[in-house]
């Protein structure tokens, strides 16, 4: 450990012996403002983890800068940082972000390779497409990779991959059964944060996994960057024990049709119990070549065991920021539209408006029929009245 100054420590440990160790952590930094650190245990504070690894050169039509870009909005946040990734010149630019803009907090950075995340996992994974690759010839082969499941995901070639060895390691498992893993690792990061010697001192109570391109592009709820500049801290609905959930979208009943995974929230115990759930889930999902995104498998679990799930409710997909922001920000923080999360964390309040401006097909037919109604009465009262007034006059 040496010290470049009197803020910054930079930890340097012992370089892998292989150079596709499946346990890489290097480049770790960490700036520290000493006030920050007296703070630390405060209930209210929150440590935010979250992960950026490259699967393609582009994905989903973003480019791995523009989501660095989209990082660069949120990376004023005043929050205890801990950030995993692979690529060192990807870890080098998110130093460098938080250093400009957020100096004061502490950033730190774990370079560990995406299979060693949860490396049994991968394992399964790499072995069913390696199974794939050795029957593709067969008549009876079935197709796999036909089995995935996601919610959006852009077909892509892996060749393109930045790095040569992790191209060489992953170019035989598409794209989307990487996504899938990739999301599922959601949990898995908090975990190791938990424990991992380069973080385990800076973890706090509660933690908020946080998507590393959160509010991207002209699609964000949020578009003033210097108005990041503010602590998150959790709001009185949320519920430590459990984990926090974000719907959005459609209702029917009470009961989420889409769940935000953007966004997910709880104390550490809560984190151990929804791992366990997720692994679960995954492995079984697995083990019939299906790949679910994250969305997908916690929906799954929120069905299955609702009381273990906070669920909040937003009416746009980046609403649940709200949820971390005290009263006076949230009130007066810049947004693209109207959203009554910002007015409001009342959920009966926020259930009524997403009902009373909730329009179905059926009723929005309805709707159009009526205007059209509505429209041919008018006209028809108009027309007459200006034939009487044209009666009167002449």
């Not at 040569?164 to 899938?180: D, G, H, M």
């Not at 578009?223 to 500049?229: I, L, Q, S």
């Not at 034939?387 to 009167?392: D, M, Y």
């Amino acid at each position: 450990m040496n010290a470049k100054d009197s803020n910054t420590l930079i930890f340097t440990p012992p370089p892998p012996l292989e150079q596709d160790s499946k346990n890489i952590e290097s480049n770790f930094k960490v700036s520290i403002n000493p006030t920050h650190l007296q703070d630390t245990q405060k209930a209210q504070e929150i440590t935010i983890i979250t992960a950026f690894y490259e699967l393609t050169h582009e994905f989903k039509g973003r480019s791995s800068q523009k989501y660095i870009d989209y990082f660069a909005f949120n990376a004023a946040l005043k929050n205890t940082f801990i950030i995993y990734c692979e690529n060192a010149k990807i870890a080098e630019q998110i130093k460098q972000i938080r250093a400009k803009k957020a100096p004061d907090s502490i950033t730190i950075i774990i370079q560990k390779s995406l299979d060693s995340i949860a490396p049994n996992e991968y394992a399964k994974i790499a072995n069913i497409f390696h199974a794939q690759n050795s029957l593709k010839d067969s008549k009876n082969h079935n197709n796999i990779e036909s089995k995935v499941i996601e919610s959006s995901i852009l077909e892509s070639n892996t060749n393109k991959d930045s790095n040569a060895n992790i191209e060489s390691k992953r170019n035989k498992i598409p794209l989307n059964a990487l996504y899938s893993y990739l999301m599922y690792c959601k949990s898995c990061f908090i975990l190791d944060s938990i424990t991992n010697p380069l973080s385990k001192n800076h973890i706090t109570r509660n933690l908020l996994w946080f998507d590393f391109g959160f509010n991207h592009g002209g699609d964000g709820t949020f578009y003033k960057a210097n108005e990041f500049n503010f602590t998150l801290t959790p709001q009185d609905v949320l519920q430590d024990s459990k984990m926090n959930i974000f719907a959005n979208g459609i209702i029917d009943g009470y009961n989420p049709h889409i769940l935000i995974g953007g966004l997910l929230y709880g104390n550490t115990a809560a984190w151990r119990h929804f791992n366990a759930q997720m692994t679960k889930v995954y492995n079984e999902c697995l083990s019939h070549a299906i790949f679910p995104d994250d969305q997908g498998l916690q929906m799954s679990l929120y069905r299955e065991f609702p009381q273990d799930f906070n669920v909040l409710w937003d009416t746009t997909w980046f609403d649940a920021l709200f949820y971390f922001m005290p009263e006076s920000i949230r009130k007066n923080i810049s947004t693209r539209k109207f959203t009554i999360v910002k007015k409001t964390l009342n959920q009966k309040q926020i259930l009524k408006y997403m009902q009373d401006t909730h329009i179905s097909g059926s009723a929005l037919r309805k709707l159009i029929r009526r205007f059209k109604r509505s429209t041919q009465k008018r006209y028809y009262e108009i027309k007459i009245l200006f034939e009487k007034i044209f009666q009167k006059r002449f």
